[in-house]
């Protein structure tokens, strides 16, 4: 059973930048996609990005498009998300998700990881 682990959250001013980090424990079959979504308080979880784990292919939330970045390291089984340019609309709790469909809906993915905080304030 793969296991995914986040890191990378903390709290950073406007304009600032974070790398959040997905850890895999087990294999990630090529079939994979990687997903990150994310959960601000009183609102819905929304999609953020996603990878294809063999191709690399990518998407992301026209929020975010020109900001953040996914990106994977195959060999170590993790997932990237580069933030650059933070707003405080980005403040949420932040999660790593596995799936097999190139979604951005969130019920197509069967694995997350536990979420780590990203805190956006001056």
């Known amino acids: 059973q793969v296991q995914l682990a986040e890191s990378g959250g903390g709290s950073v001013q406007p304009g600032g930048s974070l790398r959040l980090s997905c850890a895999a424990s087990g294999r990630l079959y090529s079939s994979s996609v990687m997903g990150w979504f994310r959960q601000a308080p009183g609102k819905a979880r929304e999609f953020v990005a996603l990878i294809r784990w063999h191709s690399g292919t990518t998407l992301y939330a026209e929020s975010v498009k020109g900001r953040f970045t996914i990106s994977k390291r195959n060999a170590e089984n993790t997932v990237y998300l580069q933030m650059n340019s933070l707003k405080a609309e980005d403040a949420a709790v932040y999660y790593c998700?596995?799936?097999?469909?190139?979604?951005?809906?969130?019920?197509?993915?069967?694995?997350w990881g536990q979420g780590t905080q990203v805190t956006v304030a001056s």
């Open positions: 998700a596995r799936g097999s469909q190139y979604t951005s809906e969130d019920s197509q993915y069967y694995q």
